[in-house]
């Protein structure tokens, strides 16, 4: 990670490839293999000490609503180290779709590159944090 300072003395952090990372682009795998495209995206903060303050809160009566129609489905949808992990570093959600498979999460630090309509991860597909 990088931190620059802005022309008015502002600290920024630079967060790598996946500021360049954006919905409905295609993920391929450091093998090759296509891996579906970016269904959701999520920057978090690296420096954190933990995931508090990086999940949307659903309170009140919306919520409530919400969580009786479709359950308590809160992204990302994973087990508790994983999740708080996706939280805290932020991550991009691949949606697998009938031909791929399973949804997976990606976290900043297994982007290799971002080019085009492409992101190119720098493990194989089988290192991906699944969906539950």
Do not use: W
């Not at 932020?90 to 982007?111: A, E």
């Amino acid at each position: 990670m990088e931190h620059r300072v802005t022309s008015g003395g502002m600290s920024t952090t630079n967060l790598g490839p996946i500021e360049q990372v954006r919905e409905g682009m295609h993920v391929v795998d450091s093998t090759g293999d296509k891996i579906g495209k970016v269904e959701d995206l999520m920057m978090g903060d690296p420096e954190a000490a933990t995931d508090e303050g990086n999940e949307l809160q659903d309170t009140g009566f919306i919520g409530d609503l919400a969580e009786a129609i479709g359950g308590d489905h809160r992204e990302p949808d994973v087990p508790g180290p994983a999740r708080a992990k996706l939280l805290r570093t932020g991550y991009i959600k691949v949606d697998g779709g009938f031909l791929f498979g399973h949804d997976r999460y990606v976290t900043p630090d297994m982007i290799a590159s971002v080019s085009e309509d492409t992101v190119r991860l720098r493990v194989p597909k089988d290192q991906l944090i699944k969906e539950d």
